[in-house]
């Protein structure tokens, strides 16, 4: 199966499994869309049956340099658990490689306290 089939079927699995908004839906594919053109613009000709943790970490590593803030990796990352999590669930993998895939921390933001001094 190529990518494209994968990723029509993860978003139908949204649509009708997970319930999610259009929107979620369409960043979620998207950030899979990103991750296949990250591979084919490295010359990677990889599928998703043989993706490795480290083709992950590569990949997150060249949208951190694109200047992606943490918060946007973060929900990439879950975009890419979710995939494999679907993947697994229709037995089209046997191994997940986002298992050790971490996402970055992202700090809360501190309310902003002003004295009357």
Do not use: C
Not at 2 to 25: H, P, R, T
Not at 88 to 102: A, H
């Amino acid at each position: 199966m190529s990518w494209q089939s994968y990723i029509k079927g993860f978003s139908s699995y949204l649509k009708l499994e997970k319930s999610l908004s259009s929107n979620s839906n369409e960043a979620y594919v998207h950030d899979i869309e990103k991750l296949f053109t990250f591979l084919n613009n490295n010359a990677l000709n990889v599928s998703p049956e043989k993706i490795s943790l480290e083709h992950l970490q590569d990949f997150i590593k060249w949208i951190n340099e694109e200047g992606m803030s943490a918060r946007s990796q973060a929900r990439i990352i879950s975009g890419i658990k979710a995939f494999y999590k679907y993947l697994l669930l229709e037995n089209l993998v046997t191994d997940d490689p986002t298992e050790l895939l971490q996402a970055p921390k992202i700090g809360r933001k501190l309310p902003d306290f002003f004295s009357s001094a």
